[in-house]
């Protein structure tokens, strides 16, 4: 807005309100406000003093703050002085707070006592030197033209002054650009030119702030180009390799000025057909399966690629990510539950079988040769190749098991090497990956070894000697690196004679062969087990259990044929037929029950040893009946009095549990 040119009546206007009279408001609204906010911020009108101003220290502090806003004003400023240079006006440049940062003006002007408040660190906020441009605009945050007697204090009448705020890119006042000088020089174009100045200023404040983020967008690009550990190759419109990532040259394995500038049909050996198709298509494409024969060995990866356009939407390059397939291996195998969890020490035992086999165990898995671990079904056998796994050189590896026992005949081998799309009915799209390829770099458990199929066992004996594995349908050859522990319960020497089982095969599995003993030969350990089951048992379920003497008895009496296994399904049924908390004979199947050691009685001599044993037979006789009566009554009470449910889970017919049931005075 430019200056009312009625300069008599304002002046008169000035005089009645600064005097209290009745006056007329003849002049502009932003003016009148202006004054009311001096009159009630208490300043002198007719204070004729010299402005506030910044110490040194604060003043220095301010022009360090603010030097990029002054060093980017300043040639604007030097550009609009020169059209009012030798005229007495100056310009001036504030911060946020009113402050004089940076001024232009003629020595004669600057000396001269009406611009004697115009220094560096003077104030000019409207609390300090009334309504004029550069306070007022810093209020109301707009140009304002204010001349003669608009000003509030009497000492600026004499001036004319034209400001402009300056904005940031968030709409934040951060200076204010002005330009004043003598009243009678003043001229309706002035706020103008300042106007085209302060916006000339933030032009260029956006500008440099936008190189700032395009030097920070390219740092942070840069960064990670150089920090993917995916291999990352630029290409031109003509497949010319242009750049490459740290990763990617250490995928080809050759100096960076050898691969810039080469086709990437030469660097994919003619396999870039998917890539050609995303140039000519614009078709970006994802992780397509690839070979990249380096200098080394071959490399095998999953390959991505985006085109890269102009704004004219033409193509003028791509991007190509080159995905470590023992990366993605790695992160499968991590969410689908290939990993090894238990260590040695989770092996329970005292007695000295279990013990030489920890310790033979412990002392193979700091090699690396392949093991044979060889034990009844229950013993433990896959405890004992993961606590392997996670004492070996490859523990931070994946552990990947296979039962070779349950998967059907025609399926074990897309199961351990893996197949192609298309290469049987059923096969799905891509492809899958085997058991040895997602094990590569860790350990694969194949437990059951003894039930593989013959013409299996040869594909296996092919892969451990050369270390490399072809999937079914596929031609290319896939290195893998797997440390292999085997699991039977055969004598597969026997098995050999049999015919069943490949002798060469049994050799290469054969390097170090750990027998893990069954249960009844570890009568020392039943106790330590069956403890350990029920403590495990008592924490999850946050109670205690008792155990009756007798009921330890019974089982170290009993041949364990399920081994560790049997034990623990045991300990389950018992806590959950217990009611008290107490585990009784009552609560352990009849099988093991009935294996109870005979009753040792004081020996007597008027009682022959014949009767001795008939005293034996007869408590032993009431014993299981008890428990029988026992384990009826248990299951009555938890099946609600369900006779059929009962007799189902007991093993006997409906009319068998009636009879058993008069026979022992149950009443349902």
Request: glycine share 8%; proline share 4%; hydrophobic share 40%.
């Amino acid at each position: 807005m430019v200056v009312n040119s009625d300069q008599g009546g304002i002046l008169h206007t000035w005089k009645d309100y600064i005097s209290g009279e009745t006056w007329m408001p003849t002049i502009r609204q932003q003016i009148i406000e202006s004054w009311t906010r001096c009159e009630q911020a208490g300043v002198n009108p007719y204070d004729s003093g010299i402005h506030s101003s910044l110490d040194e220290t604060a003043l220095g502090r301010t022009l360090s703050d603010k030097q990029e806003l002054i060093t980017i004003a300043k040639p604007c400023m030097t550009n609009l002085y020169k059209f009012v240079q030798g005229s007495g006006f100056v310009v001036v440049l504030t911060d946020e707070r009113g402050y004089i940062m940076e001024m232009l003006g003629d020595e004669d002007t600057l000396n001269n006592p009406m611009t004697n408040n115009f220094f560096l660190g003077a104030s000019w906020r409207e609390e300090e030197a009334g309504t004029n441009a550069i306070g007022t605009a810093l209020v109301i945050k707009k140009p304002i033209q204010v001349s003669g007697a608009e000003h509030y204090c009497q000492k600026h009448h004499c001036l004319t002054c034209s400001a402009a705020p300056i904005f940031d890119d968030r709409g934040r006042i951060i200076g204010i650009l002005d330009m004043s000088g003598a009243f009678n020089m003043s001229h309706l174009h002035t706020l103008g030119m300042v106007v085209a100045a302060a916006e000339a200023i933030m032009a260029q404040l956006d500008i440099r702030r936008k190189n700032r983020e395009l030097v920070l967008a390219n740092n942070r690009s840069t960064n990670i180009f150089n920090t993917m550990s995916d291999g990352i190759v630029m290409i031109d419109e003509c497949g010319i390799v242009k750049q490459l990532n740290p990763a990617a040259k250490k995928i080809f394995n050759r100096p960076e000025s050898e691969i810039l500038g080469m086709s990437i049909d030469r660097i994919f050996n003619g396999k870039a057909a998917v890539t050609w198709q995303m140039m000519n298509n614009k078709e970006p494409y994802t992780d397509v399966e690839l070979m990249v024969d380096t200098k080394k060995n071959t490399f095998h990866c999953l390959a991505s690629g985006e085109p890269l356009t102009d704004e004219q939407g033409k193509v003028i390059g791509g991007v190509i990510i080159l995905r470590p397939i023992k990366n993605v291996q790695n992160l499968v195998n991590r969410f689908s539950g290939y990993h090894a969890a238990l260590q040695f020490s989770d092996i329970i035992g005292e007695s000295k079988e279990i013990l030489e086999a920890i310790r033979v165990a412990s002392l193979a898995a700091t090699t690396s040769s392949n093991i044979l671990l060889q034990g009844e079904s229950g013993t433990g056998k896959e405890i004992f190749a993961q606590a392997i796994h996670n004492r070996s050189e490859s523990k931070n590896g994946p552990f990947v098991a296979l039962n070779c026992g349950v998967i059907p005949r025609e399926l074990i081998g897309s199961e351990l090497f893996g197949y192609v799309e298309g290469a049987f009915t059923g096969a799905i799209k891509g492809g899958k990956p085997g058991k040895f390829e997602l094990a590569s770099g860790g350990t694969l458990f194949l437990d059951e070894i003894g039930d593989m199929p013959l013409e299996q066992q040869v594909a296996l004996l092919r892969v451990l000697q050369e270390k490399n594995v072809t999937r079914i349908g596929s031609e290319k050859v896939i290195p893998v690196d797997v440390r292999v522990i085997c699991a039977t319960n055969k004598n597969l020497p026997k098995e050999i004679e049999k015919g069943t089982f490949r002798q060469d095969l049994y050799y290469r599995l054969n390097v170090i062969s750990i027998t893990i003993p069954p249960l009844r030969n570890r009568v020392k350990d039943i106790a330590l087990l069956f403890k350990h089951f029920l403590d495990k048992i008592g924490r999850d379920r946050g109670c205690n259990f008792y155990i009756e003497p007798q009921v330890m008895a019974c089982l170290q009496h009993f041949d364990w044929p399920g081994n560790v296994r049997e034990l623990q399904n045991v300990v389950e049924r018992a806590v959950s037929l217990t009611e008290s908390g107490e585990i009784t004979i009552a609560h352990l199947p009849i099988d093991v029950f009935a294996k109870q050691p005979p009753i040792q009685y004081p020996v007597q001599p008027l009682i022959s040893p014949a009767i001795n044993e008939t005293h034996d037979r007869e408590h032993r006789r009431r014993l299981m009946k008890e428990a029988e009566r026992q384990q009826i009554l248990v299951l009555l009470s938890r099946h609600g009095g369900n006779v059929s449910v009962v007799a189902r889970e007991f093993g006997v017919s409906r009319n068998t549990l009636y009879r058993k049931m008069r026979l022992y005075a149950i009443e349902n």
